[in-house]
Structures are given as structure tokens and as C-alpha cells.
């Protein structure tokens, strides 16, 4: 699936991104349920479904209306809609994450981030890895885009080669705040590329590469879909933050029952009450 060159940039850079990895009817297909879904939203003045472990499927932007539906995030779609398990468990996406990960790939979790213009969520700079820690570093946060990805629609920002630098903190205060500190969101927002593309382009980012991104100050949405998969013999050293009904599913290769760990040491997270990290991060829900 990767050519040569690309496997050595998420080597080097931490991140590649692959031009139009997803045709068009599936990208339509995810797109036409996630219109659905925001349309249902229109209907709740909160968050709203419950997951599996309690937290809200749906998670609304405060000022959500009726008239103005500003749904930011929808945990694990693959719970909930073929079209989005066609994508992330068979295909172009798979292949992928093979030729990163290696032969035998599992599923952790998914969401969609939702930019609808005029919505203010933004992304702090942080690492994934530090949401949902594992035995070792074989893990790959897959990133499919529903809409053209611009820097006027908030498109991801991700700093290149910051996979190979040391841990950072997210923690402030001894409470876990889900980003990294002042000082390095500032490093970050000077330093980091960004992430522009087309509808149906994948790319694959290495989960200790530093990421976020702004608000949407377009006309246009931006709507993009995240799934974290790892080897089959990287395990998770907590519960998910929010699980999936497929969390663990072999979607390459086959299971192992060997942990392989990784040396030296990470710092462990708990699990936050709110229904998604913008809660974590300080951004207020509608609740």
C-alpha cells in the first residue's frame, strides 16, 4: 500500500498522509449517516447515548440548538453504522496501517471530530498515546477525511519528528489536563505543519507525535474520522476512555498472547468524567 518513500516519512516525520486512499462512495456513505446523526441532534439539548461505559456517544458544542446543531464529536461510530466499519476494519485503511504496524493489526477505538463552520472547539496540542497507554510504542492513530482539510477549516497541525522526543506531561497540578504545558503549546503552534487534504485521503500519525488544531473560521465543514490501532501484541495497561463494542477485534493478521513491552517508563492518565477530551481539555460541555 505505502511505497517506499512514504514509509520512510512516518519513519522520519512521524506522520504521512495518502492521497484519495478512499473512494468516493465510501466516503459518501459515512458522510450521508453523519448528517443523519447531526440532523438527531437537533433533538437534545445535551449529550446524549450512552457508550459502554456510561459516557455519551454524542457530544454537543455549548450554544447547540435546534436551529444551530453544533455536534463536535461521536464516539466509536463503528458501534453504531456499517458504513464506518466498511472503512476502518477492511480495505485501504487496513492495508496501511499493515505496512506501519505489521502483519497483525487490532482495533482500540474510533470517533469522529466534527468542525461544522462556526463552531469554536479547537484542539490543544498533546499526544495520543498518553490517553490510552500501552505495553509499547506500536501504535497508530489512522485519520480518514470526510471534507477537504484546510488551515481556514481547522485542519490538524502536527509538529514533524516530535514522535522521537521525549515524553511530555499531561498533567498540571497534579490534575490531568489532557495537553501538554503553555510552553509547548507555544513550541507547537510555532513549529508545526499543517496537515492539509483531500476528501478521501488517509494519514497515518505515529501516537506520540504532538498534534492539534483551530476552530473552523470557514464556510465549510471539516469533518474527520480517528481510529487508534495497534499490533496485535501491544496490549492497553488500562480500560479504554471510551470503549468500543470492538475493541481488541483482529482486523489484520491474527492475535497474540504475548505482551511485548516497551523499556523505560510512561506517565498513566485516569479516566476523566467528561464524555470526551475537549472536557478533559478545559472546553465545556452542554451537559
Not at 505543519?193 to 504532538?210: P, Q, S, V, Y
Request: negative net charge; glycine residues 6%.
Amino acid at each position: 500500500m505505502l511505497t517506499a518513500a512514504q514509509k520512510q516519512t512516518y519513519l522520519d516525520q512521524g506522520f504521512v498522509l495518502i492521497p484519495q486512499a478512499i473512494s468516493a462512495n465510501k466516503i459518501a456513505a459515512m458522510a450521508e449517516e453523519l448528517q443523519g446523526w447531526i440532523e438527531e441532534s437537533r433533538d437534545h439539548n445535551k449529550n446524549y447515548g450512552a457508550t459502554r461505559n456510561g459516557k455519551s456517544r454524542f457530544d454537543l458544542e455549548p450554544g447547540h440548538s435546534k436551529q444551530h446543531p453544533k455536534l463536535r464529536r461521536i464516539n466509536n461510530p463503528v458501534d453504531i453504522s456499517q458504513a464506518y466499519r466498511d472503512v476502518l476494519f477492511e480495505g485501504p485503511a487496513v492495508e496501511a496501517a499493515v505496512d506501519v504496524l505489521g502483519p497483525n493489526v487490532k482495533f482500540h477505538h474510533c470517533k469522529l471530530n466534527i468542525k461544522l463552520p462556526g463552531m469554536v472547539t479547537r484542539v490543544d496540542y498533546h499526544q495520543d498515546h498518553p490517553f490510552d497507554v500501552h505495553t509499547n510504542d506500536d501504535h497508530v492513530t489512522l485519520l480518514v477525511l470526510l471534507d477537504d482539510m484546510t488551515e481556514a477549516n481547522g485542519c490538524l497541525r502536527i509538529v514533524a519528528g516530535s514522535h522521537l522526543w521525549p515524553q511530555y506531561s499531561h498533567y498540571k497540578d497534579d490534575q490531568f489536563v489532557g495537553k501538554v504545558n503553555e510552553e509547548a503549546q507555544a513550541m507547537c503552534e510555532a513549529t508545526a505543519t499543517k496537515l492539509e487534504g483531500k476528501a478521501g485521503d488517509i494519514c497515518l500519525m505515529n501516537t506520540w507525535c504532538l498534534h492539534g488544531g483551530t476552530s473552523n473560521l470557514s464556510q465549510n465543514s471539516r469533518r474527520l474520522l480517528i481510529c487508534d490501532l495497534t499490533a496485535a501484541d501491544n496490549y492497553p495497561l488500562m480500560e479504554p476512555q471510551v470503549p468500543s463494542e470492538h475493541t481488541g477485534k483482529i482486523i489484520a493478521g491474527k492475535s497474540s498472547r504475548i505482551a511485548r513491552f516497551r523499556s523505560g517508563e510512561v506517565e498513566m492518565p485516569y479516566h476523566y468524567e467528561s464524555d470526551s477530551f475537549f472536557g478533559a481539555q478545559g472546553q465545556d460541555s452542554p451537559y
